[in-house]
């Protein structure tokens, strides 16, 4: 019964800020890279944010420098600390991550279920 659970979305004005977070649950035996992706209306998925089990980095040229994504090992838990948000950052978040669960000899990606993103005055 693993999953992840998204949250910390909601409205906020542009130049605000918002911090995200993806909880993994379950009984799991280990988790490889993680990110981030978002949906925009009319638009396909894209890759905000990307981070490896040793905690390298990557991200889309439209967040560099606003968007920081980290990982707490620990917790099992991801975040994307967003700053300086612009209506085009507008979208459905969705955490992802590589993982295998306990009875599975198989790792694979998973989704959580997203969470809303507004930027809006």
């Known amino acids: 019964q693993v999953q992840l659970v998204e949250s910390g979305g909601g409205l906020v004005q542009p130049g605000g800020s918002l911090r995200l977070s993806c909880a993994a649950s379950?009984?799991?035996?280990?988790?490889?890279?993680m990110g981030w992706y978002r949906r925009a209306p009319g638009k396909e998925r894209e890759l905000v944010a990307r981070?490896?089990?040793?905690?390298?980095?990557n991200y889309a040229d439209s967040v560099k420098g606003r968007f920081t994504i980290s990982r707490d090992n620990a917790k099992n838990t991801m975040y994307l600390q967003m700053n300086s948000l612009e209506p085009e950052d507008t979208a459905v978040y969705y955490c992802?991550?590589?993982?295998?669960?306990?009875?599975?000899?198989?790792?694979?990606?998973?989704w959580g279920q997203g969470t809303q993103v507004t930027v809006s005055s």
């Open positions: 992802n991550a590589l993982l295998r669960p306990s009875n599975s000899d198989y790792p694979r990606n998973y």
């Open positions: 379950g009984s799991i035996a280990s988790i490889g890279g």
């Open positions: 981070i490896s089990s040793s905690d390298s980095t």
